[in-house]
């Protein structure tokens, strides 16, 4: 069935670059999504990329897909404070917008 | 332009209860959803409508849980009667239309406690 696995936590300090790591199990998914939570927020869409791209690149952040391992992965630059949320890894799964949601990575940034 | 508006934002009640959500998505937005973020967890989707017809209802609880878009636009979400484990974060999303390229924006969510 669908999945999809993210590490729980990211520790980094301010100025660092942050990488934040995704798994999916659906290889027909078409879009895969970062979405961002701040506390007591919805969720923010950050970027996504379209499967058949292996980057995109969006002011601070770098999206990496390996579609062949079904690894997708969300790296900040020059991470700063206000960039500690919830991050959450999500496949556009069944053909049309239904999102498969990873339990999200809790990115803390201290400085 | 207005986002996702949900309320109330909090609610409080005991098991047995019943309690209703609303939602306004964003102005021309076709396609709803409501999922339900559960702590520590991503968020599920119970239903999602395409203008006033619930098109994917297949994890909605439907011995307990309704919902209804009356005229494609507002839409709520009722639980009755309401379970120690209905206690999550219910969250209501709009996108224009539906697709895999279709960005869905979210509103600020109604935390539910069931006591």
């Known amino acids: 069935g669908e999945d999809v696995e993210q590490s729980l936590f990211l520790s980094v300090r301010e100025g660092d670059s942050s990488v934040i790591n995704c798994t999916y199990t659906d290889s027909s998914s078409t879009y895969l999504y970062w979405y961002k939570q701040e506390p007591g927020a919805g969720l923010q869409l950050l970027t996504y990329?379209?499967?058949?791209?292996d980057m995109k690149q969006d002011q601070r952040l770098t999206v990496l897909l390996n579609k062949k391992d079904k690894h997708l992965s969300l790296r900040i630059a020059d991470t700063q404070t206000g960039d500690s949320a919830i991050y959450f890894c999500a496949e556009a799964a069944g053909g049309y917008n239904k999102l498969i949601f990873g339990a999200g990575t809790r990115l803390a940034v201290h400085p | 332009e207005a986002g996702v508006v949900q309320s109330p934002r909090y609610k409080i009640i005991e098991k047995k209860q019943p309690v209703a959500f609303w939602c306004n998505p964003i102005?021309?937005?076709?396609?709803l959803y409501w999922y339900r973020q559960n702590l520590g967890q991503g968020p599920e989707l119970l239903i999602r409508y395409e203008n006033e017809e619930a098109v994917d209802d297949s994890q909605l609880p439907k011995d307990r849980f309704s919902a209804e878009r009356l005229k494609g636009v507002d839409s709520t979400l009722k639980i009755q009667p309401a379970e120690l484990g209905d206690s999550a974060v219910y969250l209501c999303?709009?996108?224009?239309?539906?697709?895999?390229?279709?960005?869905?924006?979210f509103g600020s969510g109604t935390q539910l406690s069931v006591l």
């Open positions: 102005s021309g937005h076709n396609t």
């Open positions: 999303a709009s996108s224009l239309d539906v697709g895999p390229n279709e960005k869905l924006f």
């Open positions: 990329i379209f499967s058949n791209m």
